[in-house]
């Protein structure tokens, strides 16, 4: 089955840029999206297709996609930003496309 | 606004089967491009997800738990409900569901419900 593969963590000291990075073979082909966990909270959706930022979520959020890897990075880092961090696309290799998610990136901001 | 809600049971024991309801307001499934999908999240790991319905009753599942899963809506009552039979202990988890947003017909979820934890055991 297909599948998106995320580094289990990453740290930053506050200020610095965080770069969380998502693999898979169709990323070329399709897009990406991203979900921001806080501990016992629902996730919510700070990146779609790529490198679009919804409104509300703060422009030192961006995403950028090269080849079969896509990168969240997340610029000037604050204690908030704290989270786990989830890709989204799609498989498209089945008779219909259907949603996949990453296995998740623990930011830890030191 | 738009806002979500999922119901159900907290306990279930193994084989059974879980029926859960997620009512949100806010947004019709009746308008073209809406749907509404199904996300678990077992505890201390990453999301899964289950299911989508779209607004012309298309239904969407995930592989691998398709012969266990039924999605259906009501669009009178802004209900959907999923159902999950022949539960196990594995599926303990916080069951969510999520608004998909339709932008250029790609699926992706912008808002989502607070969740449920829903525990399999005997």
């Known amino acids: 089955s297909y599948e998106l593969t995320q580094p289990p963590s990453v740290s930053v000291s506050p200020g610095q840029t965080a770069r969380i990075t998502c693999s898979g073979d169709a990323l070329p082909k399709q897009y990406a999206y991203w979900y921001q966990q806080k501990p016992g909270q629902a996730p919510v959706l700070v990146i779609y297709k790529d490198s679009e930022r919804p409104s509300g979520i703060p422009e030192r959020f961006s995403g950028s996609s090269s080849g079969t890897t896509v990168t969240l990075t997340i610029s000037g880092v604050q204690a908030e930003d704290e989270a786990d961090y989830y890709c989204?696309?799609?498989?498209?290799?089945?008779?219909?496309?259907?949603?996949?998610f990453g296995g998740g990136t623990k930011l830890t901001v030191l | 606004q738009i806002t979500l809600k999922e119901s159900g049971p907290t306990l279930v024991k193994p084989t059974q089967t879980l029926t859960l309801t997620c009512t949100f307001s806010g947004f019709s499934l009746s308008t073209s491009g809406v749907g509404v999908g199904w996300i678990r999240q077992p505890p201390g790991k990453a999301l899964e997800w289950l299911a989508l319905i779209y607004w012309n009753d298309d239904k969407r599942y995930s592989p691998s738990l398709k012969s266990r899963l039924t999605i259906t809506k009501d669009t009178s009552k802004n209900q959907v409900v999923l159902t999950m039979t022949n539960m196990d202990p594995v599926d303990t988890a916080t069951y969510y569901c999520a608004h998909r947003k339709d932008i250029g017909g790609y699926d992706f979820f912008d808002y989502w419900g607070q969740g449920t934890l829903v525990t399999v055991s005997s």
């Open positions: 989204q696309s799609a498989d498209s290799s089945g008779t219909y496309p259907h949603v996949v």
